[in-house]
């Protein structure tokens, strides 16, 4: 267990729909990154946040946002879904910069 | 610059018999550089980690090799098990910024 933890585990919804996913870091962690992974696919980097702000943004959709809270708990906020969005999104949570990060289980998304 | 490349995509190793995955990087800021694991339906799960002051790390059956000047390091798994069937992702990340980039991944298989 990696203490990073994520929810719903699974989430099936249709075209054009718009679904919130949860993280919360480990204990003490500041850094919480968000990362997508299609089927068979590589983990790509979507957004980054450090105490409550944006710090880094990779390929992240305009219909995707994102947010960290006071209590550093993060949600991916994925609107007018497509059947391309279906993947595996992960959270991880690190203490800072250039530190070992420990990844959720992760949620996975079906669009049908 | 910001790309990770791995190789090989794919790899079968007899039970006893040494995987070696190899991972190539152009961002000289990088300056850490871990190793993940991912089971299928998991997430990925730190293994080894090295930073660049450093030319080898070992933990058990794993170990880092790390070349500086250049810029690539690999992960060898000595000894491998049928266990260590899974994918691995090697990661690089740059303290000055918050990115974390991971390599497209070796689907490694170990034959009983």
């Known amino acids: 267990d990696s203490g990073v933890t994520q929810t719903p585990k699974h989430l099936i919804t249709a075209t054009g729909q718009r679904v919130t996913l949860r993280c919360s870091p480990r204990?003490?962690?500041?850094?919480v990154y968000w990362y997508q992974q299609s089927l068979d696919q590589g983990l790509q980097f979507l957004i980054h946040y450090y105490n409550g702000e944006e710090r880094a943004k990779g390929n992240i959709l305009e219909r995707f946002s994102a947010q960290q809270f006071p209590d550093l708990h993060s949600e991916l906020n994925l609107s007018s879904l497509e059947l391309g969005d279906s993947a595996l999104y992960f959270c991880?949570?690190?203490?800072?910069?250039?530190?070992?990060?420990?990844f959720g289980q992760g949620t996975r998304l079906t669009v049908v | 610059q910001q790309q990770v490349k791995q190789s090989p995509q794919s790899l079968i190793v007899q039970k006893g018999g040494i995987s070696i995955i190899n991972c190539a990087y152009e961002n000289t800021a990088f300056d850490y550089f871990p190793w993940y694991q991912q089971f299928p339906g998991k997430g990925p799960a730190l293994l080894i980690a090295?930073?660049?002051?450093?030319s080898e790390k070992k933990e058990g059956r794993f170990t880092i090799s790390f070349n500086k000047s250049a810029k690539q390091f690999s992960l060898h798994i000595m000894d491998s098990q049928p266990g260590d069937s899974a994918t691995y992702f090697c990661a690089a990340s740059d303290g000055g910024t918050y990115k974390y980039i991971f390599g497209t991944g070796t689907r490694l298989k170990v034959l009983a």
């Open positions: 090295i930073r660049p002051d450093v």
């Open positions: 991880a949570s690190s203490v800072g910069k250039g530190t070992e990060a420990f």
């Open positions: 204990s003490g962690d500041l850094s």
